[in-house]
């Protein structure tokens, strides 16, 4: 949509102010990408003992998360660690960062220990597929890990009812996948797909005696104790012997760049920037010249396109949110006693849920953030709609225009064709009447024409109706 136009000069002032807001965000934008965009930090290998590189995977599984454990792999590959060892606790999270991960784990050139830890913590649905990938499974004690039965929702929201045939399938492709490196690791398929199948969760025991697991330690330093000089397997069938004798513990922590995109890139917060993003760019077409709203939504935008580049985003609750702002701004041109206004909220709420298609489990917007924000989102922009429309029709506060339709005093008497004159807004002026106005009468400016207005009487005789 665009914004009523603006004189030329007005346009010429706005786009170098706009020019020099650019210039400096983009001074500022560099600045802080210098910092973000240095890696993790990564000390020089200290000799004297092994190295076992630390990762936490804490929270759902998603994109960043995923970048961070491939990029914790290469650093432990590049200062030839002995060991990685990723402490997990997570509830689940996306499939395709889950794979990503999993494959990052079966390709790692260094042992990968996954240690499900502390106590209370657990593996479930993504984070068990993670803990049977890795060379060595581990869990502490009160510990669970299981329940990976796919789930098809709505937005994260409302669990999506499918045939039979479908479901199977779905479970199939699951079990498939996990067979394909639980064989190969030596540990216990058939039970490990009832955690599919059947939604099974296991405690710590259970997983040992089931033979999913590789050991159960009470802490990271038992665990390395345990492991120090036990021979595995690796996936390419190669036997290794971990040499884990007073071992150099390195933790490699997210860099200030993940951690900022970690927090972005969350479904909740994709859809608020997306918001801001589209109502700030919205306020600045209809009110050309504000300028702040206009930056501020142009960097949530931009962010929020950057967010899909991660998140799995459907097209449908895009065309939903993009229908709501036409029914917000139609219910502002046309009212229609909230029908519009109504069918907007409605549209712009299953964009909402309807915004990231279903992961392995549940992670699309939340219901509360879904209502906060499109309520207020409503309410604007049918208010910024009408203000727009209403200033259209708003008469000219300035210059000639002004005078048009304006009231007048004669101070000295009109004839027909002949100038005389009408003091107006309490200035004297020049006028002309096409009949004669006697002095002291009231008349309305119908016309200027340089330095003289064009007058007639406020009442004008009705002809007599015979």
């Given at each position: 949509?665009?914004?009523?136009?603006?004189?030329?000069?007005?346009?010429v002032?706005?786009?170098?102010?706009?020019?020099?807001?650019?210039?400096?965000?983009?001074?500022?934008?560099?600045?802080v990408?210098?910092?973000?965009?240095?890696?993790?930090?990564?000390?020089?290998?200290?000799?004297g003992?092994?190295?076992?590189?630390?990762?936490?995977?804490?929270?759902?599984?998603?994109p960043?998360?995923?970048?961070?454990?491939?990029?914790?792999?290469?650093?432990?590959?590049?200062?030839h660690a002995s060991?990685?060892?990723?402490?997990m606790d997570?509830?689940?999270?996306?499939?395709?960062?889950?794979?990503?991960?999993?494959?990052?784990?079966?390709?790692s050139?260094?042992?990968?220990a996954?240690?499900?830890?502390?106590t209370?913590?657990?593996?479930?649905?993504?984070?068990?597929?993670i803990?049977?990938?890795?060379d060595?499974?581990?869990?502490?004690?009160?510990t669970?890990?299981?329940?990976?039965?796919?789930?098809?929702?709505?937005?994260?929201?409302?669990?999506m009812?499918?045939?039979?045939?479908?479901?199977?399938?779905?479970?199939?492709?699951?079990?498939?996948?996990?067979?394909?490196?639980?064989?190969r690791?030596?540990?216990?398929?058939?039970?490990?797909?009832k955690?599919?199948?059947?939604g099974?969760?296991?405690?710590?025991?259970?997983?040992?005696?089931?033979k999913?697991i590789?050991?159960?330690?009470?802490?990271?330093?038992?665990?390395?104790h345990?492991l120090?000089?036990?021979t595995?397997?690796?996936?390419?069938?190669?036997k290794v012997t971990?040499?884990?004798?007073?071992?150099?513990?390195?933790?490699?922590?997210?860099?200030a760049?993940?951690?900022?995109?970690s927090?972005?890139?969350?479904?909740?917060?994709?859809?608020?920037?997306?918001?801001l993003g589209?109502?700030?760019?919205?306020t600045?077409f209809?009110?050309p010249?504000?300028i702040?709203p206009?930056?501020?939504g142009?960097?949530?935008?931009?962010l929020?396109?950057y967010?899909m580049?991660?998140?799995?985003v459907?097209?449908a609750?895009?065309?939903?949110i993009?229908?709501?702002?036409?029914?917000?701004?139609?219910?502002?041109?046309?009212?229609?006693?909230?029908?519009?206004?109504?069918?907007?909220?409605v549209?712009?709420?299953?964009?909402a849920?309807?915004?990231i298609?279903?992961?392995?489990t549940a992670?699309?917007?939340s219901?509360g953030?879904a209502?906060?924000?499109?309520?207020?989102?409503?309410?604007?922009?049918?208010?910024l709609?009408r203000l727009?429309?209403?200033?259209r029709?708003?008469?000219?506060a300035?210059?000639?225009?002004?005078?048009?339709?304006?009231?007048g005093?004669?101070?000295a008497?009109?004839?027909?064709?002949?100038e005389?004159?009408?003091r107006?807004?309490?200035?004297?002026?020049?006028?002309?009447?096409?009949?004669?106005?006697?002095?002291?009468?009231?008349?309305r400016?119908?016309?200027?024409?340089g330095l003289?207005?064009?007058?007639?009487?406020?009442?004008?005789?009705?002809?007599?109706?015979?």
């Amino acid at each position: 949509m665009k914004g009523p136009l603006r004189p030329r000069r007005e346009a010429v002032c706005f786009g170098r102010t706009w020019g020099g807001v650019v210039s400096a965000f983009s001074w500022v934008f560099f600045a802080v990408a210098s910092v973000l965009l240095v890696p993790s930090s990564s000390a020089d290998e200290p000799a004297g003992g092994p190295v076992v590189l630390e990762l936490k995977l804490d929270g759902e599984v998603e994109p960043i998360l995923a970048t961070y454990i491939h990029e914790g792999l290469q650093d432990a590959a590049r200062r030839h660690a002995s060991l990685v060892l990723m402490t997990m606790d997570t509830p689940g999270g996306l499939s395709d960062s889950m794979k990503d991960i999993v494959q990052h784990i079966l390709a790692s050139p260094v042992p990968v220990a996954v240690y499900v830890s502390p106590t209370g913590a657990r593996g479930a649905s993504a984070g068990f597929y993670i803990l049977l990938s890795a060379d060595i499974a581990a869990m502490a004690r009160g510990t669970h890990t299981g329940s990976a039965t796919p789930v098809i929702a709505i937005g994260g929201a409302f669990p999506m009812q499918i045939d039979e045939a479908f479901r199977k399938k779905i479970n199939q492709d699951a079990t498939a996948f996990l067979r394909s490196f639980t064989e190969r690791r030596g540990r216990n398929p058939e039970l490990a797909q009832k955690a599919i199948t059947e939604g099974k969760a296991f405690t710590e025991t259970e997983a040992l005696d089931g033979k999913m697991i590789d050991l159960v330690a009470n802490s990271t330093e038992d665990l390395i104790h345990e492991l120090d000089g036990r021979t595995i397997t690796r996936f390419d069938g190669t036997k290794v012997t971990l040499a884990l004798k007073n071992p150099v513990r390195t933790p490699f922590e997210l860099s200030a760049r993940q951690k900022f995109l970690s927090r972005i890139v969350e479904p909740d917060i994709f859809f608020v920037l997306l918001i801001l993003g589209v109502l700030g760019l919205y306020t600045e077409f209809t009110h050309p010249g504000v300028i702040a709203p206009g930056v501020i939504g142009g960097i949530c935008l931009i962010l929020a396109l950057y967010d899909m580049h991660f998140l799995p985003v459907n097209l449908a609750g895009l065309f939903l949110i993009a229908l709501a702002l036409a029914f917000f701004i139609l219910e502002a041109k046309a009212p229609s006693h909230g029908v519009l206004a109504f069918g907007g909220v409605v549209s712009m709420f299953l964009g909402a849920l309807f915004l990231i298609r279903s992961p392995l489990t549940a992670g699309g917007v939340s219901l509360g953030v879904a209502l906060s924000a499109t309520l207020p989102f409503a309410v604007f922009a049918v208010v910024l709609t009408r203000l727009v429309l209403r200033s259209r029709k708003w008469k000219t506060a300035t210059g000639r225009e002004e005078l048009i339709g304006s009231s007048g005093t004669v101070t000295a008497e009109l004839k027909a064709g002949a100038e005389g004159m009408v003091r107006v807004h309490g200035e004297l002026w020049r006028a002309v009447s096409s009949q004669p106005v006697p002095e002291g009468s009231s008349v309305r400016v119908t016309k200027v024409e340089g330095l003289k207005l064009y007058v007639e009487p406020v009442q004008v005789a009705s002809p007599a109706v015979k």
